[in-house]
């Protein structure tokens, strides 16, 4: 008799296994949360090209979206008198010189947001074609401990992919031409 009921709960147990086994293989699948990546791609990874910070808060195709370009202390030698902004032909958004700001920003992390701190009065310049966006702040932006972002407040563009914007700088001195910063690299999905 004790071999018989252990003969059947031997039968339940593998039953048991095989009828919940397929749930408990597809728990995985059920949880839609994205996995972000820690990678960043850039097309030419010579020494002459250096990775600007940047954060954006939406990273769909035709979202409302606000994207920050960060010029940190170490991304800057000296004074800057002009921002040049390279944007990719194939960036198509709304793209307007009403929605592109220049601020002091404080750059969140962990416990707290990226905010703008103090908006920097400068003119902005975009060109016809919405490729080269021109910079100019009433005053120097000084090399201090302080990080500045251009901020643009768009829709994204209505294709997916890796879009890279150039930085450069005119700085205060002699020589009228301006520097490579670095470059950032923004991803729609």
């Known amino acids: 008799m004790n071999n018989k009921n252990t003969n059947y709960l031997n039968k339940y147990k593998i039953i048991n296994f095989l009828l919940l086994s397929p749930f408990l293989l597809s728990i995985p699948f059920l949880n839609n949360n994205y996995v972000k990546a820690g990678l960043e791609f850039q097309w030419d990874q010579t020494s002459g090209y250096r990775r600007l910070k940047w954060l954006q808060k ?40 009403e929605k592109i700001s220049f601020c002091k920003v404080k750059i969140g992390g962990y416990e707290s947001r990226t905010t703008c701190i103090k908006d920097i009065p400068a003119d902005i310049e ?61 991803v729609i999905d």
């Not at 409302?64 to 944007?87: H, Q």
């Not at 294709?159 to 950032?184: C, E, I, M, W």
């Open 58 to 97: 939406d990273n769909k195709k035709r979202a409302r979206n606000t994207i920050f370009f960060f010029l940190r202390p170490n991304d800057r030698r000296g004074s800057l008198l002009k921002i040049t902004l390279k944007i990719p032909k194939t960036f198509k958004s709304t793209l307007k010189e």
């Open 126 to 186: 975009l060109n016809e074609d919405n490729t080269v966006l021109d910079i100019f702040p009433y005053q120097p932006i000084p090399r201090n401990k302080d990080s500045y972002a251009i901020v643009f407040k768009v829709f994204n563009p209505k294709r997916t992919g890796l879009y890279q914007f150039h930085s450069f700088g005119q700085y205060v001195g002699k020589n009228p031409d301006s520097s490579y910063l670095g470059s950032a690299t923004i």
